[in-house]
T-cell receptor
Framework: GNSVTQMEGPVTLSEEAFLTINCTYT??????LFWYVQYPGEGLQLLLK???ADDKGSNKGFEATYRKETTSFHLEKGSVQVSDSAVYFC????????????WGLGTSLAVNP | DGGITQSPKYLFRKEGQNVTLSCEQN?????MYWYRQDPGQGLRLIYY???????QKGDIAEGYSVSREKKESFPLTVTSAQKNPTAFYLC?????????????FGPGTRLTVL
């Protein structure tokens, strides 16, 4: 079945450091891929998405590229800020076999000044 | 402003009581979802509805019930049969259930059973 695997957290970085959060997936079809962010005490917000292979999603300095050959969608940011401290969720949607979002477990990021 | 509202933000309940969590959206979305979030377990789908008067069980539906009488509203009842109801509950909606399914989330309700 479909699944998403994220790197375990927590991840702790200093401000202006480079961020990578790994996400790999297993899917039978051609899924759309998403990164959502959850700030403390809030619901989730869509951060970026990619709907086909080699697409790059980007938003607020974050980027992720849909790599079909490695079944990955790693989240990156060149210079993190304290305000980026949150939990990040990778997810996939496969319209062919399963009309639900399949979620990773989330990766907590703490950025220190 | 369009969005999803959940109320209340914090809810306390005694063991053995049923409780209903509210979820309302004014985005004109067809599909709505309820998730449960526990530390270290990510999001788990409880119920979802693709259209008014229709809903399906998710991965952890036991001890929960829902209704979808109006497009805008998708209330979740946590019944006394739910063995471990203390959690953070998130409601979401999407335009429909058949596309790339970007979901919009409410702020959540934190339920504590005393």
């Amino acid at each position: 079945g479909n699944s998403v695997t994220q790197m375990e957290g927590p991840v702790t970085l200093s401000e202006e450091a480079f961020l990578t959060i790994n996400c790999t997936y297993t899917a039978t079809g051609y899924p759309s891929l998403f990164w959502y962010v959850q700030y403390p005490g809030e619901g989730l917000q869509l951060l970026l998405k990619a709907t086909k292979a080699d697409d790059k999603g980007s938003n607020k300095g974050f980027e992720a590229t849909y790599r079909k050959e490695t079944t990955s969608f790693h989240l990156e940011k060149g210079s993190v800020q304290v305000s980026d401290s949150a939990v990040y969720f990778c997810a996939l949607f496969d319209a062919g076999n399963n009309r639900k979002l399949i979620w990773g477990l989330g990766t907590s990021l703490a950025v220190n000044p | 402003d369009g969005g999803i509202t959940q109320s209340p933000k914090y809810l306390f309940r005694k063991e053995g009581q049923n409780v209903t969590l509210s979820c309302e959206q004014n985005l004109n979305h067809d599909a709505m979802y309820w998730y449960r979030q526990d530390p270290g377990q990510g999001l788990r789908l409880i119920y979802y509805s693709q259209i008014v008067n229709d809903f399906q069980k998710g991965d952890i539906a036991e001890g929960y019930s829902v209704s979808r009488e109006k497009k805008e509203s998708f209330p979740l009842t946590v019944t006394s049969a739910q063995k471990n109801p203390t959690a953070f509950y998130l409601c979401a909606s999407s335009l429909d259930a058949g596309t790339s399914n970007e979901q919009f989330f409410g702020p959540g309700t934190r339920l504590t059973v005393l």
